[in-house]
């Protein structure tokens, strides 16, 4: 199996800010990485397909980068409305893996 | 519009068989490339993903679960259905299940979820 880790596991941060959450696969996945907002109670939401492509309908405050093993997700300036938890997920080999998450709250 | 709607018990008891629907609309189970697969998450835990069924009846499971886990699909009720056998406690967890358009693709449309919980 593919095993993904993120880091941080969580992070504070003020509206405004400029947040960054890495990703790393244990073997290279090329750019199958998709990265997903989830809010409490709800479905998990695509923010970013294929490491760097913005969902139709997401903000472009949002942008993803990397390839292989490493990758990011980049909130240029966060909104009060992206304090959520994230996750990495892997789509190159069946079994799909996620990350552990990285929670984002208010500091 | 894609949609999908899992429907199930909400409450099962130690060792019995989980069976959970997932109703799809908008696509067809049957378009060359889709995928539908299921995906758990615990209370306050990390998304696990569980089993895809392609849309030429290709199916692959979680290795950790592979023994217990059956998917299957119904492409004239446009239904995916995730059967988890002698279930405990651990399988506590609200269950997703979500579209891809085609191999390797993100998960580009999710259920709403359905909580499951494991109790005597």
């Known amino acids: 199996d593919i095993q993904m880790t993120q880091s941080p596991s969580s992070l504070s941060a003020s509206v405004g800010d400029r947040v960054t959450i890495t990703c790393r696969a244990s073997q290279s996945i090329s750019n199958y990485l998709n990265w997903y907002q989830q809010k409490p109670g709800k479905a998990p939401k695509v923010l970013i397909y294929?490491?760097?492509s913005l969902q139709s309908g997401v903000p472009s405050r949002f942008s993803g980068s990397g390839s292989g093993t490493a990758f990011t997700l980049t909130i240029s300036s966060l909104q009060p409305e992206d304090f959520a938890t994230y996750y990495c997920?892997?789509?190159?080999?069946?079994?799909?893996?996620f990350g552990p998450g990285t929670k984002v709250d208010i500091k | 519009q894609i949609t999908l709607k899992e429907s199930g018990p909400t409450l099962v008891r130690p060792t019995q068989t989980l069976t959970l629907t997932c109703t799809v609309s908008g696509f067809s189970l049957s378009t060359s490339g889709v995928g539908v697969s299921w995906i758990r998450q615990p209370p306050g835990k990390a998304l696990e993903w569980l089993a895809l069924v392609y849309w030429d009846d290709d199916k692959r499971y979680s290795p950790s679960l592979k023994s217990r886990l059956t998917i299957t699909k119904d492409t004239s009720k446009n239904q995916v259905v995730l059967t988890v056998t002698n279930v405990g406690p651990v399988d506590t967890a609200t269950y997703y299940c979500?579209?891809?358009?085609?191999?390797?693709?993100?998960?580009?449309?999710w259920g709403q979820g359905a909580l499951v919980t494991v109790s005597s």
């Open positions: 997920q892997q789509s190159d080999t069946t079994p799909f893996t």
């Open positions: 294929a490491a760097s």
């Open positions: 979500a579209y891809q358009y085609y191999t390797g693709s993100e998960f580009d449309s």
